[in-house]
């Protein structure tokens, strides 16, 4: 028998998935995971019609397989049957953008200031497109993403690493890479920045698009990983998608699912690699005389990579930081979900129980590795929220 | 990493696993768990049982004691002790004896001449209050007690109209108004009665000051009755305890199994975590299996230098150390400890007090205590 229909038979129908789900929490009409995921995937493996739009609703987190006594990817389920789902109008446009964030990366930061004016001007007008006008879209950054001038012999000779940038930190937000790159070299790697495009994740319901991202990256990085560069990313869910989700893809290609392997294989996130090296004693922290008290939020995409949680570990170890779990769930933007019209009202109230719990805990700032998550925060508390590797960089490159 | 430490890793978040990461984390160990799943103890609505099982097991009052002493300071309160048997109700409409119970649900336990409200809620599946008061007065009766049992099915205006879980109206009660407004839908059915009856409904996130406060609100003793699965009052301890267990310091994994055991020179150094792209390596100088039988995954064993692997069996068998032995009682590794479900010894019927003892000591000792 396949693993996959094994799998699916390991369902013990005990609903640990339903009680993670942030969605069923605040919507109880949502069927929720195990009636959407592995219930319902009995019968359209017999290829019976089951489209229910409420699968457009999952917001991906994947909390439910991690919960699973048995491993069962109900999310995977619903994921699929996503893709499936036949869209019109202004959603099939809106989405059809959605899930290309490097196309309008590209073409928006090519007269940066141009873009941001035309992204302010178009505010009002967001609600036509489906986009919800209560918040606003990230600006995009001017700053292009450099890597370590290899230029001298101390760098050539120097163990190399391949950074994924990821949409957010290549076209909005560069700085959070600089910081990465800054910390990495002073951990005593050169840097090299990936020519990648998108990871894929924001193309999941559009399988032709995300196959193309995918096999771009792979061939984009296969010198690197052949020669056991490792490759590091600093968002959670570039991440994920490389570790879990291309090996899967390319059954029919024997050579690119192997390289597939291998890049997934030598995919580490920011933190990850930082907190093993501090565990062989290569990464010295410095003390600050600044005391700041820091909550955290655990995006669910690094939970699910199962590495625990690094930069908690790490920024733990200093004395001069506080840092506080927030442990509250799903945020409730998921990508581009929260920027939906429809689901805008969803999303804020997933993330209530997480705004409840950093206003009562008054921090000087919020953290979290997932550019969304940030997004969420900031629009959902007055706080400001920034990736750890830019209060790390602060303490340990200065 | 505090090199002073003894790094032990659990591996299962049942109620042996938690119970073993406490006792280790409490006796200086530096504890990391890996769960696939809080087990069956959430399932099961959190009660202690001990039926079938001698009340001379050694460590036992030790452990119970000890496991009052924890879920207390967690903030999930149990009743109940070592030489004692308590009959508490559930939605069936019989008596489940127990040694321990959340204390909301001894709340529920049948006193002499007392009046007894079962209260239902319309639309709520699996539950009805009629059945289970008729039920409940016909048990009572068999163990010769004199309970009055009665019934009432209260309307929530905002759930009406369509069938939901216990799981749905916890989420719906985390608002504290609507907390609130069924304390007013609830008030008028106490009359004389001594204890209300509610299937358990409030969420993991209800505190027991909050508990408390629904209680005086209402006017008379509240109990829970546990509900088919997924029961929120096991949902609400296990909750309890995983928050508990992070603020002492143990380090949670949830989501991927151990695949595999690595041995060395006859011990046990590290766990292989099928962990996406890449296979997790935790390094531990203890090890405790604590995995359970409702997992489908199986643990392999290997050892360095040699190819060939073996897994480790459904049943398992613990020595006197409660360490992991094979079929001839030679221990698979001296670090490597066995705890709950898994070992061949615990049946059913012994409900899970077997979980709380062996989970204890194989937490003891995997932290190095000895006596």
């Known amino acids: 028998m396949e693993k996959e229909k094994l799998t699916i038979d390991y369902c013990l129908k005990c609903s640990y998935c339903n009680t993670v789900c942030p969605l069923l929490k605040v919507c109880p009409d949502y069927p929720g995971p195990k009636k959407l995921g592995s219930d319902i995937e009995r019968f359209r493996r017999e290829g019976l019609d089951c489209s229910l739009d409420w699968v457009d609703y999952c917001l991906g987190c994947g909390q439910c397989d991690l919960i699973c006594p048995n491993q069962v990817n109900v999310s995977e389920y619903i994921a699929a049957a996503k893709v499936q789902q036949k869209k019109t109008g202004v959603k099939k446009i809106r989405d059809y953008l959605f899930a290309r964030p490097a196309l309008l990366g590209k073409m928006s930061t090519i007269v940066t200031p141009v873009s941001n004016c035309a992204l302010k001007a178009a505010g009002p007008f967001m609600p036509l497109g489906g986009i919800t006008a209560k918040r606003k879209l990230p600006a995009y950054t001017a700053k292009p993403l450099i890597g370590t001038d290899g230029s001298s012999r101390q760098n050539r000779e120097r163990e190399r690493i391949l950074l994924f940038p990821g949409c957010f930190i290549k076209y909005n937000d560069s700085d959070i890479g600089a910081a990465a790159?800054?910390?990495?070299?002073?951990?005593?790697?050169?840097?090299?920045?990936?020519?990648?495009?998108?990871?894929?994740?924001?193309?999941?319901?559009?399988?032709?698009?995300?196959?193309?991202?995918?096999?771009?990256?792979?061939?984009?990085?296969?010198?690197?990983?052949?020669?056991?560069?490792?490759?590091?990313?600093?968002?959670?869910?570039?991440?994920?998608?490389?570790?879990?989700?291309?090996?899967?893809?390319?059954?029919?290609?024997?050579?690119?699912?192997?390289?597939?392997?291998?890049?997934?294989?030598?995919?580490?996130?920011?933190?990850?690699?930082?907190?093993?090296?501090?565990?062989?004693?290569?990464?010295?922290?410095?003390?600050?005389?600044?005391f700041r008290k820091l909550a955290y939020h655990a995006p669910c995409h690094l939970k699910a990579q199962g590495i625990g949680k690094p930069w908690v570990k790490l920024l733990k170890s200093n004395p001069c930081l506080e840092i506080i779990d927030m442990d509250n769930g799903c945020c409730g933007m998921s990508g581009t979900y929260?920027?939906?019209?429809?689901?805008?009202?969803?999303?804020?109230?997933?993330?209530?129980?997480?705004?409840?719990?950093?206003?009562?805990?008054?921090?000087?700032?919020?953290?979290?590795?997932?550019?969304?998550?940030?997004?969420?925060?900031?629009?959902?508390?007055?706080?400001?929220?920034?990736?750890?590797?830019?209060?790390?960089?602060?303490?340990?490159?200065? | 990493m505090d090199n002073t430490r003894?790094?032990?890793?659990?591996?299962?978040?049942?109620?042996?696993?938690?119970?073993?990461?406490?006792?280790?984390?409490?006796?200086?160990?530096?504890?990391?768990?890996?769960?696939?799943?809080?087990?069956?103890?959430?399932?099961?609505?959190?009660?202690?049982?001990?039926?079938?099982?001698?009340?001379?097991?050694?460590?036992?009052?030790?452990?119970?004691?000890?496991?009052?002493?924890?879920?207390?300071a967690a903030g999930c309160e149990y009743r109940g002790a070592c030489n004692e048997r308590t009959l508490i109700p559930n939605i069936m409409g019989g008596f489940q004896e127990v040694l321990l119970a959340p204390s909301s649900v001894w709340a529920g336990r049948p006193v002499n001449g007392s009046k007894v409200i079962v209260a239902g809620i319309h639309g709520l599946s699996g539950f009805s209050a009629s059945l289970t008061a008729e039920l409940l007065a016909a048990s009572v009766k068999k163990l010769g007690m004199q309970v009055k049992y009665s019934a009432a099915t209260i309307k929530i205006p905002w759930l009406q109209n369509r069938s939901f879980t216990s799981l749905d109206l916890a989420n719906y009660l985390e608002d504290k108004q609507n907390q609130k407004q069924l304390v007013e839908l609830v008030q008028p059915l106490v009359g004389d009665n001594d204890l209300l009856l509610l299937p358990a409904i409030f969420g993991s996130k209800i505190k027991e000051k909050e508990f408390a406060e629904f209680i005086k609100q209402v006017g008379c003793s509240v109990g829970e009755l546990v509900t088919v699965p997924p029961s929120m009052v096991g949902l609400r301890v296990f909750q309890c305890l995983q928050r508990y267990l992070t603020q002492a310091g143990v380090e949670s994994n949830p989501g991927y199994p151990v695949q595999a055991l690595q041995l060395e020179d006859g011990l046990c150094t590290a766990a292989i975590l099928d962990t996406p792209g890449r296979k997790r390596v935790i390094k531990a100088q203890s090890i405790i299996v604590a995995t359970g039988r409702i997992n489908k995954n199986s643990i392999a064993i290997t050892i360095a230098g040699k190819d060939n692997e073996t897994l480790l069996p459904e049943d398992v068998r613990v020595n006197e150390q409660m360490q992991l032995v094979d079929k001839n009682n030679l221990s698979v590794a001296t670090n490597v400890y066995g705890a709950g479900n898994i070992i061949e010894t615990y049946e059913c019927k012994n409900g899970n007090a077997l979980a709380i003892v062996t989970g204890y000591r194989a937490g003891l000792l995997a932290a190095g205590v000895t006596r």
Not at chain 1, 362 to 375: F, G, N
């Open chain 1, 338 to 398: 929260g920027f939906k019209k429809e689901k805008y009202d969803i999303s804020m109230k997933i993330g209530q129980a997480l705004f409840d719990g950093i206003n009562e805990c008054k921090p000087d700032m919020v953290i979290t590795e997932c550019a969304t998550c940030r997004l969420q925060i900031q629009h959902g508390t007055k706080y400001k929220a920034l990736h750890p590797v830019e209060v790390f960089a602060q303490i340990f490159c200065s």
């Open chain 1, 181 to 290: 790159v800054k910390v990495l070299e002073k951990a005593g790697y050169a840097v090299e920045i990936a020519q990648t495009g998108c990871c894929g994740l924001p193309a999941a319901s559009d399988k032709a698009e995300a196959l193309a991202d995918a096999r771009n990256n792979i061939l984009a990085m296969k010198d690197a990983v052949m020669k056991g560069w490792k490759i590091v990313t600093a968002c959670t869910s570039c991440g994920h998608t490389l570790k879990s989700r291309y090996a899967g893809l390319f059954s029919e290609d024997e050579q690119l699912a192997k390289l597939a392997q291998l890049v997934a294989a030598s995919t580490y996130d920011l933190g990850e690699l930082l907190v093993a090296l501090q565990e062989e004693g290569r990464l010295e922290q410095r003390q600050t005389n600044v």
């Open chain 2, 6 to 72: 003894k790094q032990v890793l659990v591996i299962g978040g049942g109620l042996a696993g938690i119970t073993a990461a406490l006792a280790a984390t409490k006796n200086g160990a530096q504890v990391t768990m890996v769960t696939s799943g809080p087990g069956t103890f959430a399932l099961g609505g959190g009660t202690v049982n001990i039926q079938g099982m001698s009340s001379e097991q050694p460590y036992l009052e030790e452990a119970i004691v000890f496991f009052s002493a924890m879920t207390a």
